[in-house]
């Protein structure tokens, strides 16, 4: 089965706290994730995607087969990275398959 | 380039209605695909399509069409309307195993 689980709905930390969004997939394969971001019910927009390597606004994610995970993660939070946290999976026969979000509040 | 379009933004319509959610794309992007987000739910995939002429069912497909004529249009068939299709509706599209584009959204209350 192909599955994307974000265990927290609600994450709330205060600003400079680090930041841990956990994402968990079911996939017979090499996966290829991503992390979707929305603002304000604004339409989502790519964060990172796992094969770049890359670090978007602070947020870095490291895909680990062995726990099957890929956490996002950031060392600051922002009161700006207040938002909706989408992992999303690329699943077989063109899916792209999503978790249920977390949604990250940060306090000042 | 205007990316992904979604017509209309918002939606009323009594029980029993029907009514297309328009989708295109002027990116030459193979995939695109239908989703509805409802709290606590996440992005549940309602249809998707890998190409002119193709179309498959995702997660929640019941009481929604889709047809894909052309590669940049995908309209969603809603084929009488209930109160449990009150979501907003989100369309993507994206080239192989690259990032998807998301439309703006469209919210649609049924009554």
């Known amino acids: 089965a192909q599955r994307v689980t974000q265990p927290e709905k609600l994450l709330s930390v205060f600003k400079g706290a680090p930041v841990e969004l956990k994402c968990n997939y079911s996939y017979s394969g090499s996966p290829e994730l991503f992390w979707y971001v929305q603002y304000s019910r604004q339409r989502l927009q790519l964060l990172l995607r796992?094969?770049s390597r890359e670090s978007i606004k602070g947020f870095t994610a490291d895909l680990n087969k062995g726990e099957t995970s890929f956490h996002l993660k950031k060392p600051f939070a922002q009161e700006e990275d207040s938002a909706m946290y989408y992992c999303a999976l690329w699943g077989q026969g063109g899916k792209l398959i999503f978790g249920q979000g977390t949604e990250l509040s940060v306090k000042p | 380039n205007a990316g992904v379009t979604q017509t209309p933004k918002f939606q009323v319509l009594k029980t029993g209605q029907s009514m297309t959610l328009q989708c295109a794309q002027d990116?030459?992007?193979?995939?695109m695909s239908w989703y509805r987000q409802d709290p606590g739910m996440g992005l549940r995939l309602i249809h998707y399509s890998v190409g002119a002429g193709i179309t498959d069912q995702g997660e929640v497909p019941n009481g929604y069409n889709v047809s894909r004529s052309t590669t940049e249009d995908f309209p969603l068939r809603l084929l009488s309307a209930a109160p449990s299709q009150t979501s907003v509706y989100f369309c993507?599209?994206?080239?192989?195993?690259?990032?998807?584009?998301f439309g703006q959204g469209t919210r649609l209350t049924v009554v």
């Open positions: 993507a599209s994206r080239l192989h195993e690259t990032e998807a584009f």
């Open positions: 796992h094969i």
């Open positions: 990116m030459n992007h193979e995939y």
